[in-house]
């Protein structure tokens, strides 16, 4: 905008303009009543609608009929005095508008406004004609043109007072906010919506397990020798118990618990998150009709589920060899602890959603998953039940003449290797195992590790003879006694130094014949065959805890050991151990892993046979059939150490022995006295050992009839042909 005029304005005058107070006429005289043109008074004289005083009076302008220009300025204060006003609320957009209808024509750089012409006042009222001005106006400068002032653009007014700016910007945070609520709305439906849902669902959802019926241990012939069968436990939960004394004496009859037991069992505790227990069994493996009597009751907090019961039928029948499971139906014992990971099948469970209170039943259409459980599979033993009882009766009466002893018996088929039985004693009834001693419940025939004693000779002739250092037709002579190191070792039966066959000193159980064989044998290669017919290391027969026996390495070695070596002292084996070295001669020398377990019959019935047993050659078939024929002569020679286990119409081989049982590798009080032999010796089918611990001595009175009556059976109840007549052969002790 350009600059104002330093010049002061002029009336017509030609005096300054001044307000309305200091204006006189041009006559001298003051005016009256009227304000002044453009003067300060003239804006007070308009009123609220925008017209002057005199315009309301209908007074007419002076100097009617002439246009009067003037400044913009000029303009602007003799049009509507609050348009400025106006102009700051409206942020200058009516000033712009006014602007643009006031402007002039194109060219023109001024505002140019028309006066209406004032009307002249008479001496009667009139107005006065205007006054002419009596002094020339000062001409204007020529030495320059006409300052124009641009007319002037209103400011723009800020961003935030437009409305339509305010108006987007609304828009799009409003825009903003629905998306964001809708995304969040989307998540929610989809992606939360599953954890949300099941925000609640645990505090409703009830689990009830499916316990997986355990498999089946059956004997060769398929009879159950241990079985499960459906049953119900008994629980209480003791948050709903209101009267625990009432409901105890109410259910001892039926579970036969004591009161004080039940009481106790009923009694609210904690668990360990802090919550109060729910749960606690009262009884397990209740039979059904007792389950029924009890929910008969109708007691508050007192519950009844199906569960599971291990049923053994024989009692003790094999109860060494099967074991005994929990009440959880985990195998703790022999055979089913060794293979509980067969046994035991995978737990079903039904979740499901259920209400509260009373309303505690299913809901219909919740939620509902059910996992089927998975039942164990079954095994098939080698053991026959029949002979399995047979065996434990022979040996329980025999042990029973033995206060505090323990005694072991095993049959073995040849040449399979199967186990058709295997007894102990001391013994336990497997249905309730809890009474019992720990000691009783022992498969003695893999724990119990003796000092064999005689038996071990079969071993050293049998190294001798497959090493050629003896033949059957050898001969030695046999003095009373031998010292090796600093022990002596005698003979219980004096030869006098005569000259001994080796039939004569396995039947009369030489100990200088067996030294001296062994001493032409060699310490390294008696070793070689112990290991070789299965001695020092477990034979794997598939019950839990196998001892492995131990044997004298060659850097252990005295001088008195290469004397009790070969009579079977200083070695540790167990009685499985010495039946199976025994099933390796009666099978042409070759050794078979002796075994329990015949197959594993899957909950389809899919029957799948064990792993082949391990096998090798320890002697040849003719060494052996020869070993087997000098072993007849402990039965069969007068006098022999085994006469007392000969089988009537059989032909039977065998050694017994002496020696002593080994705990923690220390002698304890006594001797265990064994017999160990095969029939029909020209063919053997069976290979049975017995032994006995005796604290008090006189075992051997107790193990050789144990073994005659185990193998007559034995073959009578598979129906094995008698021994030819006149067969057996005849034995010369002491060849001239």
Avoid: C
Avoid at 111 to 138: F, I, L, N, Q, Y
Avoid at 193 to 211: F, H, N
Avoid at 413 to 439: F, H, M
Avoid at 527 to 550: H, N, W
């Amino acid at each position: 905008m350009p600059p104002r005029s330093d010049e002061p304005r002029r009336d017509p005058t030609g005096s300054r303009r001044g307000s309305a107070r200091d204006a006189r006429p041009a006559d001298g005289e003051p005016r009256t009543g009227e304000p002044g043109i453009g003067g300060i008074s003239g804006a007070r004289a308009y009123t609220p609608r925008g017209r002057t005083v005199r315009e309301e009076r209908g007074t007419p302008a002076r100097g009617q009929g002439a246009e009067q220009r003037r400044t913009p300025r000029s303009s602007n204060r003799s049009g509507d005095p609050f348009r400025p006003a106006l102009q700051v609320l409206d942020g200058g957009r009516a000033a712009a508008r006014a602007g643009r209808r006031d402007a002039p024509a194109a060219g023109r750089g001024q505002v140019v406004r028309t006066v209406a012409p004032r009307t002249p006042r008479g001496p009667g009222g009139d107005e006065p004609p205007p006054r002419r001005r009596t002094t020339p106006r000062a001409p204007r400068r020529t030495d320059r043109p006409a300052a124009r002032r641009p007319s002037r653009k209103p400011r723009r007014p800020p961003k935030l007072a437009d409305s339509r700016l305010r108006l987007r910007l609304g828009t799009v945070l409003a825009l903003t906010l629905f998306a964001t609520i809708g995304i969040r709305l989307i998540f929610l439906q989809t992606v939360d919506a599953p954890a949300y849902a099941g925000g609640g669902i645990s505090d409703r959802l009830r689990t009830v397990e499916l316990p997986a019926p355990r498999g089946a241990i059956y004997d060769s012939t398929g009879a159950p020798l241990a079985r499960s069968v459906e049953a119900r436990y008994v629980y209480a939960d003791p948050t709903e118990v209101k009267d625990s004394a009432a409901a105890a004496k109410a259910l001892s009859p039926l579970l036969g618990i004591p009161v004080s037991k039940l009481v106790e069992l009923m009694k609210p505790r904690k668990l360990e998150d802090g919550k109060a227990s729910r749960f606690v069994y009262l009884a397990r493996g209740v039979e059904i009709s007792t389950a029924k009597r009890v929910q008969a009751l109708d007691l508050l907090g007192i519950g009844v589920h199906r569960d599971e019961r291990r049923e053994v039928p024989g009692g003790d029948l094999a109860a060494n060899l099967i074991g005994f499971t929990s009440q959880d139906m985990d195998g703790l014992e022999g055979l089913e602890a060794r293979y509980d990971n067969v046994l035991a099948g995978q737990d079903g469970k039904r979740v499901y959603e259920a209400g509260l209170g009373d309303l505690g039943a299913p809901i219909p259409g919740g939620y509902s998953r059910t996992t089927p459980a998975k039942p164990g599979s079954s095994l098939s033993l080698t053991i026959v039940r029949d002979l399995q009882f047979r065996t434990q009766q022979i040996l329980s009466a025999g042990m029973a003449k033995v206060p505090g002893g323990t005694g072991a018996a095993v049959i073995m088929e040849i040449p399979s290797g199967a186990v058709l039985a295997q007894a102990s004693n001391p013994t336990y009834d497997a249905a309730k195992p809890l009474p019992s001693d720990p000691v009783a419940r022992e498969d003695a025939a893999t724990s119990f590790v003796v000092d064999p004693g005689s038996v071990h000779k079969a071993i050293t002739y049998g190294a001798a003879l497959q090493e050629g250092v003896i033949t059957p037709d050898t001969t030695l002579p046999v003095a009373n006694g031998i010292k090796m190191g600093d022990t002596w070792f005698p003979d219980t039966h004096p030869a006098d130094g005569k000259r001994m066959s080796i039939p004569g000193m396995l039947a009369y159980s030489s100990n200088v014949g067996a030294i001296t064989v062994a001493d032409r044998l060699g310490r390294d290669r008696l070793i070689d065959y112990q290991k070789r017919f299965g001695l020092g290391k477990p034979t794997g027969e598939g019950m839990p805890g196998e001892a492995s026996g131990r044997l004298l390495p060659a850097s252990e070695w005295s001088g008195s050991s290469y004397g009790s070596v070969p009579i079977g002292h200083s070695v540790d084996a167990t009685p499985l151990q010495m039946a199976a070295a025994y099933a390796a001669i009666a099978n042409n020398g070759t050794y078979v892993q002796p075994h329990l377990v015949k197959e594993v019959i899957g909950p389809d019935g899919k029957r799948t046979p064990a792993p082949a047993p391990v096998t090798r050659s320890v002697l040849s078939p003719q060494n052996a059939a020869a070993l087997r024929t000098m072993l007849e002569a402990v039965t069969t020679v007068d006098h022999a150490t085994g006469v007392t286990a000969a089988v009537p119409g059989y032909r039977v081989a065998g050694k017994t022995g002496t020696g002593w049982r080994l705990v923690n590798g220390k002698k304890q009080p006594g001797e265990v006295s064994s017999f160990i032999g095969m029939a029909p010796a020209e063919n053997p089918r069976y290979v049975i050992a017995v032994f006995v611990y005796a604290p008090n001595g006189g075992g051997a009175a107790i193990a050789n009839p144990a073994f005659r009556d185990m193998m007559q059976f034995t073959l009578r109840h598979y129906r094995v042909p008698p021994s030819a007549a006149g067969s057996a052969p005849k034995f010369v002790v002491y060849p001239r």
